[in-house]
């Protein structure tokens, strides 16, 4: 037996946002005003996903299996039940949906996605949502072959479409590629840390909002309202921000793990990475990295709370510097972009003794 989830991705049907005077001709689409009940059949380009059962989770299966969704099943609590892949897109959809939602991410504080791999206690609790916010990470893509099967009514919402994802760093400054792909043992060949660029944050927010309005369409004035709030903040966030790294446009920060080129490229810096295609470096790239962090009067390597720090302590060691946490997959995004500017900015203002 298979089953369908619905597919909210790729792009909007411009056709039909002219004809609803949504955008203008060669104007980027944006949401409506005025949003007066469900959307018109092809707002979204929707794609339906074939989903296959696996024998592996057929256990959890049997316990969603035939269980509908609907906010009237649930007595208890009259929030609506959504998923969101990792912690930052989390803090998102709550920011938005309010009082009206109940959010849980797949990932945990601390827990690397890229070697994230569910439970059968993860099928089962998304079997039981109506939407989950995606950010197109391969972990992602696997829980949903398995899940679908139980839950057809759950809405996918891809809340990174319309940004154009940039390559994954490499030491140095490198960029792995699509035709890289094959040759690197990393899971995904695109950087997925959309979120630290608060000028991608708030496109995400916006497909959260669009998404929860075509679950929830009741409420859809309330979550309109909340996003507005939500792009104030961002908006502020980033304006203290830029002001804050100004001066150090064109700077270097080196970090263990490369999730951070979003945030470099929305003020003007450049990552260079410890980690190499998903890998401790070797003794000679090692050599090459103290090096070039020496060059740039490097005096403090970040690591991020989810990755085993030994590798950047041996280079921090080189160069006489420090290791210093840094997290972009925190539960609060705002915060978290504030504390890595605030970090950075340090970094660069003390001169490396």
């Not at 039940?81 to 009206?100: K, M």
């Not at 696997?142 to 891809?158: H, S, T």
């Not at 080189?318 to 946490?325: L, M």
Request: glycine share 8%; hydrophobic share 40%.
């Amino acid at each position: 037996m298979t089953g369908n989830c619905m597919l909210i991705t790729g792009q909007r049907n411009t056709d039909v946002e002219n004809s609803r005077g949504l955008t203008a001709p060669g104007e980027r689409p944006r949401m409506s005003s005025t949003f007066r009940g469900p959307l018109a059949p092809g707002y979204w380009d929707i794609h339906f996903s074939k989903c296959f059962s696996i024998v592996a989770i057929a256990a959890a299966l049997l316990f969603t299996v035939g269980c509908t969704p609907a906010v009237e099943n649930r007595p208890t609590d009259r929030r609506l039940p959504v998923f969101a892949g990792v912690p930052p897109l989390q803090y998102v959809v709550e920011q938005i949906g309010g009082d009206r939602v109940k959010v849980d991410s797949l990932i945990r504080p601390g827990q690397d996605p890229h070697t994230f791999e569910p439970k059968p206690q993860d099928v089962v609790a998304l079997g039981r949502a109506v939407v989950f916010f995606k950010i197109d990470m391969p972990f992602e893509n696997v829980l949903l072959e398995k899940v679908c099967e139980g839950n057809q009514r759950l809405v996918v919402v891809d809340a990174t479409r319309g940004i154009k994802k940039r390559p994954i760093d490499d030491a140095c400054g490198a960029k792995t590629t699509e035709s890289d792909h094959e040759e690197h043992s990393h899971a995904d060949s695109f950087d997925p840390h959309v979120w630290l660029s608060p000028p991608l944050l708030k496109t995400m927010a916006e497909n959260v909002a669009e998404g929860l309005c075509r679950a929830d369409n009741v409420h859809a004035k309330e979550y309109r309202k909340n996003l507005a709030t939500l792009l104030g903040r961002i908006d502020a966030l980033h304006a203290r921000v830029e002001k804050k790294l100004k001066p150090y446009r064109g700077r270097a920060f080196f970090v263990f793990h490369p999730g951070f080129g979003y945030f470099a490229d929305a003020y003007g810096l450049k990552e260079e990475s410890v980690e190499i295609a998903g890998q401790a470096p070797t003794a000679k790239q090692h050599r090459a990295l103290i090096e070039r962090a020496r060059a740039e009067g490097v005096n403090t390597i970040f690591v991020q709370p989810e990755f085993d720090p030994e590798s950047a302590r041996v280079v921090a060691r080189a160069i006489d510097g420090q290791v210093v946490p840094i997290n972009g997959l925190g539960s609060d995004v705002l915060a978290d972009i504030d504390d890595i500017a605030a970090k950075i900015e340090k970094s660069m203002r003390e001169p490396r003794k």
